[in-house]
């Protein structure tokens, strides 16, 4: 059965700290993605990886940096949390282009 | 730019037929999904429409027209459990996807 998780379902920061959000999916799929999303909005892709190691910029990449050592794992980094990055952190992962499987979500509160 | 539309907000009778719209300007095509998400919960997957026509799968079915730019959701006999959100996103020339903003339907006795 397809899986992807998510190191923490809920995760309260303070302002200036940095924080990592880890995925990890067990169908050795080549693609892997960040999205946030807030209410109102569709899902924003922050980064996505075709591959380890390599990483592409997606439409809101700001104070965002990723990283992909291995191949069923991507992590997101919060440089330096602001309270505007309080949002849902989705990580999805996908073959090709075909259908993207979601983790759990990660709901990240800044204070 | 890059769009799509879908409707904010829906309602519907249970045991009854809904269909939700999604509209898309996007610079390329190559397919479009259907994504269904409930409350606080992830986006799972729905259909996957590349070619015009009708795609049916149980009391789901989702119809595209590449040339009007435009998708919808049906849903038939509806039950209290589709009360959700509705994403519809079009991959447009690489591994990306445009998201809508999700329409969310409400489901009454």
């Known amino acids: 059965d397809v899986k992807v998780t998510q190191s923490s379902r809920y995760l309260v920061k303070r302002t200036g700290e940095k924080v990592f959000l880890e995925c990890v999916q067990d169908?050795?799929?080549?693609?892997m993605f960040w999205y946030r999303q807030d209410p109102g909005l569709g899902l924003r892709l922050i980064y996505f990886?075709?591959?380890?190691?390599?990483?592409e910029k997606g439409d809101i990449p700001e104070g965002y940096s990723v990283s992909r050592e291995k191949k069923e794992r991507f992590s997101l980094i919060l440089e330096s949390a602001s309270t505007n990055q309080t949002s849902m952190y989705l990580c999805?992962?996908?073959?090709?282009?075909?259908?993207?499987?979601f983790g759990p979500g990660t709901r990240l509160t800044v204070t | 730019g890059q769009n799509i539309d879908q409707p904010t907000e829906m309602t519907a009778t249970e045991g009854a037929i809904v269909q939700i719209n999604c509209t898309y300007q996007?610079?390329?095509?190559?397919?479009l999904f259907w994504y269904q998400q409930h409350a606080g919960e992830a986006p799972t997957f729905l259909s996957y429409?590349?070619l015009d026509g009708l795609e049916e799968k149980g009391r789901f079915s989702s119809f595209l027209s590449r040339s009007k730019g435009y998708s919808y959701l049906l849903l038939k006999e509806l039950q209290m459990k589709d009360s959700a959100s509705y994403l519809c996103?079009?991959?447009?020339?690489?591994?990306?996807?445009?998201w809508g903003a999700g329409t969310k339907l409400i489901i009454k006795p």
């Open positions: 996007t610079s390329g095509f190559n397919g």
């Open positions: 990886s075709y591959d380890v190691k390599m990483k």
């Open positions: 999805a992962s996908s073959v090709a282009e075909y259908e993207q499987y």
């Open positions: 169908m050795d799929h080549e693609n």
């Open positions: 429409n590349v």
């Open positions: 996103a079009v991959h447009p020339s690489n591994y990306q996807l445009i």
